[in-house]
Nanobody, 120 residues
Framework: QVQLVESGGGLVQAGGSLRLSCAASGSIFSINFMGWYRQALGKQRELVATITSGGSTNYADSVKGRFTISRDKARNTVSLQMNSLKPEDTVVYYC??????????????WGQGTQVTVSS
């Protein structure tokens, strides 16, 4: 079993900062990539940022220059530093990781989601 546990969401004023963290635990042989997605009510889940095992990063255009993703491979954690937050960043953020447990194929796992609310 694999679990992703997120922390760090909350309420912040526009222009402020928040840091999201996610820790993967369980039967982990290797992690191909970790990342953050977000989903507004009634909309599809969208990519925010990902980071590969080699350290390559990918960002949604809407967050480039404001958000920074980082990863601690030794601890199986990923963080998202969110600066210059805007009201439109108000959604639920989900941690994701493609994990190989040593059996079968690597699989995409999701965290439970954490709410970020940016007030204007």
């Amino acid at each position: 079993q694999v679990q992703l546990v997120e922390s760090g969401g909350g309420l912040v004023q526009a222009g402020g900062s928040l840091r999201l963290s996610c820790a993967a635990s369980g039967s982990i042989f290797s992690i191909n990539f970790m990342g953050w997605y977000r989903q507004a009510l009634g909309k599809q889940r969208e990519l925010v940022a990902t980071i590969t095992s080699g350290g390559s990063t990918n960002y949604a255009d809407s967050v480039k220059g404001r958000f920074t993703i980082s990863r601690d491979k030794a601890r199986n954690t990923v963080s998202l530093q969110m600066n210059s937050l805007k009201p439109e960043d108000t959604v639920v953020y989900y941690c994701a990781a493609e994990i190989y447990t040593g059996w079968g194929q690597a699989k995409l796992y999701w965290g439970q989601g954490t709410q970020v609310t940016v007030s204007s």
